[in-house]
């Protein structure tokens, strides 16, 4: 079993910083990539930004020059770095794995809350 831990989320004023990190753990495979989406209240879950084994990344339109996502592999943890934070990116923040073993495994964390205010 895999679990994912995250921590970091919180309330912060408009154009304040947080970061956030998520920690894997147990019978993990081979790690494709990591990466954090978001889903805002009433809306459908969202890619905020990703980061494969091979150090890629990919962002959010709404995030790319403000957002940064960075993974330490020895520790199997993933950060997202925010900075210029919007009320718009108010959200519960979730860490996704995706790792394989001939097929490909999708894990979720709990999800951290980030609040945003104007």
């Known amino acids: 079993q895999v679990q994912l831990v995250e921590s970091g989320g919180g309330l912060v004023q408009q154009g304040g910083s947080l970061r956030l990190s998520c920690a894997a753990s147990?019978?993990?495979?081979?790690?494709?990539?990591m990466g954090w989406y978001r889903q805002a209240p009433g809306e459908q879950r969202e890619l905020v930004a990703t980061?494969?084994?091979?150090?890629?990344?990919d962002y959010a339109d709404s995030v790319k020059g403000r957002f940064t996502i960075s993974r330490d592999n020895a520790k199997n943890t993933v950060y997202l770095q925010m900075t210029n934070l919007k009320p718009e990116d108010t959200a519960v923040y979730y860490c996704?794995?995706?790792?394989?073993?001939?097929?490909?495994?999708?894990?979720w964390g709990q999800g951290t809350q980030v609040t945003v205010s104007s």
């Open positions: 147990g019978s993990i495979f081979s790690i494709v990539a």
């Open positions: 980061i494969t084994s091979g150090g890629s990344t």
């Open positions: 996704n794995l995706r790792h394989r073993r001939g097929a490909t495994y999708i894990r």
